[in-house]
């Protein structure tokens, strides 16, 4: 595809459970990211991957959240034991390199905790 | 703290009339600005940047003004089209940091 594609789009849950969030990158970026967007705020930064290079996990809010990137590509964000504050919309981008500061998003996975 | 603050929630413009998003920063290490446009149930697209060592960039109807010293940048849309309705980001980098901090957004309303 020409772009970042993200599934699913929506995903409702139920408090306690754990949810897997996938991202697809653009072919060939090597760099990947994760944000969340809660209602109301700006976007956060979650962790960040590069090549293989070990990941930027800084932005994780908790130890409940882990991020992987197989083979260099697709990336799976997942949400354990899930709790009512973490819906929020989250956003996977990439760029070609590192530097690439002009990061392409994805649509984006509405995670709904109930 | 809120280190990129965009304090419009919203803004509303006339069709063919000048939009002025505005966007405070309190870092002074930033040193790399960009803009990114969301619609609804889309993902951001990067619109504009500009590094500190300008204080304008200019694309078609765009332009992206900085004021180091004020701490504050500023995007133009001129002439607004209803096409650009939509929230727009401000985010700031660190060089070539890879993580962008974002402000909470502005909704633009063009109406025609």
Not at chain 1, 55 to 61: A, C, F, M, Q, V
Not at chain 1, 72 to 95: F, H, K, M, N, P
Not at chain 1, 102 to 109: K, M, N, R
Not at chain 2, 102 to 108: A, C, H, M, N
Request: net charge neutral.
């Amino acid at each position: 595809g020409a772009g970042v594609s993200q599934s699913p789009s929506n995903k409702v849950t139920e408090k306690g459970k754990d949810v897997e969030l996938r991202c697809d990158p653009i072919s060939g970026h090597t760099a990947l990211y994760w944000y969340r967007q809660s209602l109301g705020q700006g976007l956060e930064f979650l962790i960040y991957f590069q090549g293989n290079s070990a990941p930027d996990k800084s932005g994780l809010p908790s130890d409940r959240f882990s991020a992987e990137r197989t083979g260099g590509s697709v990336s799976t964000l997942t949400i354990q034991r899930t709790q009512q504050e973490d819906s929020a919309v989250y956003l996977c981008a990439s760029t070609l390199v590192a530097e690439g500061n002009e990061q392409f998003f994805g649509p984006g996975t509405r995670l709904t905790v109930l | 703290d809120q280190q990129v603050k965009q304090n419009s929630p919203s803004l509303s413009v006339q069709e063919g009339r000048i939009s002025i998003l505005n966007c405070d920063y309190t870092n002074s290490m930033f040193d790399y600005f960009l803009w990114y446009k969301k619609y609804p149930a889309e993902g951001p697209t990067f619109l504009i940047s500009i590094s500190s060592i300008k204080d304008k960039n200019e694309d078609g109807r765009f332009t992206v003004f900085l004021n180091k010293s004020a701490k504050h940048l500023s995007l133009h849309i001129v002439p607004s089209q209803p096409g650009d309705s939509a929230v727009y980001f401000c985010a700031a980098a660190r060089g070539s940091n890879y993580k962008l901090t974002f402000g909470k957004g502005t909704l633009l309303t063009v109406n025609p």
